[in-house]
């Protein structure tokens, strides 16, 4: 009788070790060759599904039009506190899922004692694998900064950006730098020094040419356009985007050693830091653009590719209702909005007489302590199911790839 309940039970439990082989049902064991990590900073469940609702609003019918990662088959919870916080920064929580490993608030790939820790950029980079970063906002800032710099504070913008030329990562696209010459602007410039490091600097996607670069390649804004990106809803024609970004990177990085690429979505969090409602919407949607560039790609490379969409933690505290403004959304009183609002004082009134208009609540202007969602398709994408913290992402990335932690 034992005997037959063992082989029973071997019977139902293998199938579940080994996973499933069908990348639509989570991805199964094959090795992730092409990683796309996705981070949307700032971007809680609560944006996520409004940005569905708006959809669903502009297209006439009430529910949500779902965005293309909430259709993927394999979705997680993400808890995301620091070590010394129940509500993370952007630098704690960038730490932890490229390094593993928790630290202060304000601490940039460093734990509590400021010893340096190892992002899994540099670890799949070392194993012969090309590596891309790019992000809506400037590539000093937190989240694109955790994956190639250590600085015990994150302000620190300029030792920070030292550290880029230096990782060798073969792909970066951003919105340029916060300080490139330094607070004083009397220091050697970061463009310059990648330049001496064997990168070809491209201002703007005219002046990028059409055949492959060579080498190491960087992406920014054209000359005179330094800093973030434009939020979308205040973009030129001629602004660079994520998805811009992306298919370059994908273009530059392509070929048999496969490829790592964190691309953030990093004014998802200023606009809802605002309670900027209309502004966070768009920036999701433009995420979400770039999202469909890796996704086609997967399409092309179902067995050899994962796509990963998180955040490092929800901004804003949105609340998908407010008291006395009955059952149902009024999305279209946000359509009047027509630009960003700026971080002042003389928006404050606007931003809150529209959201009222359209039945919604903000808790706050900082980032909240809510677990965040993980979306994943592809090959080993059923690692990222179920409940974890954002420093087992890091680890099954290299589970996934076949790389040591």
Same mark, same amino acid.
């Given at each position: 009788?034992?005997?037959?309940?063992?082989?029973?039970?071997?019977?139902? /439990?293998?199938?579940?070790?080994?996973?499933?082989?069908?990348?639509?049902?989570?991805?199964?064991? %094959?090795?992730?060759?092409?990683?796309?990590?996705?981070?949307?900073?700032?971007?809680?469940? !609560? !944006?996520?599904?409004?940005?569905?609702?708006?959809?669903?609003?502009?297209?006439?019918?009430?529910?949500?039009?779902?965005?293309?990662?909430?259709?993927?088959?394999?979705?997680?919870? $993400?808890?995301?506190?620091?070590?010394?916080?129940?509500?993370?920064?952007?630098? +704690?929580?960038?730490?932890?899922?490229?390094?593993?490993?928790?630290?202060?608030?304000?601490?940039?790939?460093?734990? /509590?004692?400021?010893?340096?820790?190892?992002?899994?950029?540099?670890? &799949?980079?070392?194993?012969?694998?090309? $590596?891309?970063?790019?992000?809506?906002?400037?590539?000093? *800032?937190?989240?694109?900064?955790?994956?190639?710099?250590?600085?015990?504070?994150?302000?620190?913008?300029?030792?920070?950006?030292?550290?880029?030329?230096?990782?060798?990562?073969?792909?970066?696209? #951003?919105?340029?730098?916060?300080?490139?010459?330094?607070?004083?602007?009397?220091?050697?410039?970061? =463009?310059?020094?990648?330049?001496?490091?064997? =990168?070809?600097?491209?201002?703007?996607?005219?002046?990028?040419?059409?055949?492959? $670069?060579?080498?190491?390649?960087?992406?920014? !804004?054209?000359?005179?356009?330094?800093?973030?990106?434009?939020?979308?809803?205040?973009?030129?024609?001629?602004?660079?985007?994520?998805?811009?970004?992306?298919?370059?990177?994908?273009?530059?990085? =392509? #070929?048999?050693?496969?490829?790592?690429?964190?691309?953030?979505?990093?004014?998802?969090?200023?606009?809802? *830091?605002?309670?900027?409602?209309?502004?966070?919407?768009?920036?999701?949607?433009?995420?979400?653009?770039?999202?469909? &560039? +890796?996704? !086609?790609?997967?399409?092309? *490379?179902?067995?050899? /590719?994962?796509?990963? $969409?998180?955040?490092?933690?929800?901004?804003?505290?949105?609340?998908?209702?407010?008291?006395?403004?009955?059952?149902?959304?009024?999305?279209?009183?946000?359509?009047?909005?027509?630009?960003?609002?700026? +971080?002042?004082?003389?928006?404050?009134?606007?931003?809150?007489?529209?959201?009222?208009?359209?039945?919604?609540?903000? /808790?706050?202007?900082? *980032?909240?302590?809510?677990?965040?969602?993980?979306?994943?398709?592809?090959?080993?994408? =059923?690692?990222?199911?179920?409940?974890?913290?954002?420093?087992?992402?890091?680890?099954? &990335?290299?589970?996934?790839?076949?790389? %040591?932690?």
């Amino acid at each position: 009788m034992k005997k037959a309940i063992i082989i029973l039970l071997l019977f139902f /439990t293998l199938p579940v070790i080994g996973g499933s082989n069908n990348p639509g049902e989570g991805g199964g064991s %094959k090795k992730a060759k092409y990683v796309f990590f996705f981070i949307g900073d700032g971007m809680g469940i !609560q !944006q996520v599904s409004l940005t569905e609702n708006y959809l669903a609003e502009q297209n006439g019918v009430n529910g949500r039009e779902l965005l293309n990662f909430s259709k993927f088959p394999v979705t997680g919870l $993400v808890s995301t506190y620091s070590e010394n916080a129940d509500i993370t920064c952007s630098a +704690a929580a960038g730490t932890a899922m490229s390094t593993g490993s928790k630290t202060n608030n304000g601490m940039l790939a460093m734990d /509590t004692d400021t010893n340096r820790l190892t992002s899994i950029a540099y670890k &799949i980079h070392n194993s012969g694998i090309p $590596v891309g970063i790019v992000s809506t906002v400037t590539l000093d *800032h937190a989240t694109p900064a955790a994956f190639y710099a250590n600085f015990p504070d994150r302000r620190g913008y300029y030792e920070i950006a030292l550290q880029l030329p230096e990782s060798g990562f073969e792909f970066f696209g #951003g919105g340029g730098f916060v300080n490139p010459k330094g607070k004083e602007k009397d220091k050697a410039d970061i =463009y310059s020094l990648m330049e001496e490091k064997g =990168y070809t600097v491209v201002r703007g996607l005219n002046n990028l040419t059409a055949g492959k $670069v060579s080498g190491k390649l960087a992406l920014f !804004q054209e000359s005179g356009k330094e800093g973030d990106l434009p939020y979308a809803i205040d973009r030129r024609n001629d602004d660079l985007t994520l998805k811009d970004m992306l298919k370059a990177a994908i273009d530059h990085l =392509y #070929g048999k050693n496969g490829f790592f690429i964190m691309a953030e979505g990093g004014k998802i969090d200023w606009a809802a *830091h605002n309670n900027d409602t209309k502004t966070t919407m768009l920036e999701i949607i433009d995420f979400a653009d770039a999202i469909e &560039i +890796a996704y !086609q790609f997967y399409l092309e *490379h179902p067995d050899e /590719t994962l796509i990963i $969409v998180t955040s490092d933690h929800d901004t804003g505290g949105l609340g998908l209702g407010r008291k006395g403004a009955g059952s149902n959304f009024k999305l279209k009183e946000l359509d009047v909005q027509v630009k960003s609002f700026a +971080a002042d004082s003389t928006s404050e009134e606007a931003i809150e007489s529209l959201n009222r208009a359209a039945g919604l609540g903000w /808790t706050t202007n900082g *980032h909240t302590a809510s677990d965040v969602i993980i979306y994943s398709t592809g090959a080993g994408s =059923y690692r990222f199911s179920g409940k974890m913290d954002n420093t087992d992402i890091p680890r099954r &990335i290299l589970e996934a790839m076949k790389i %040591k932690f």
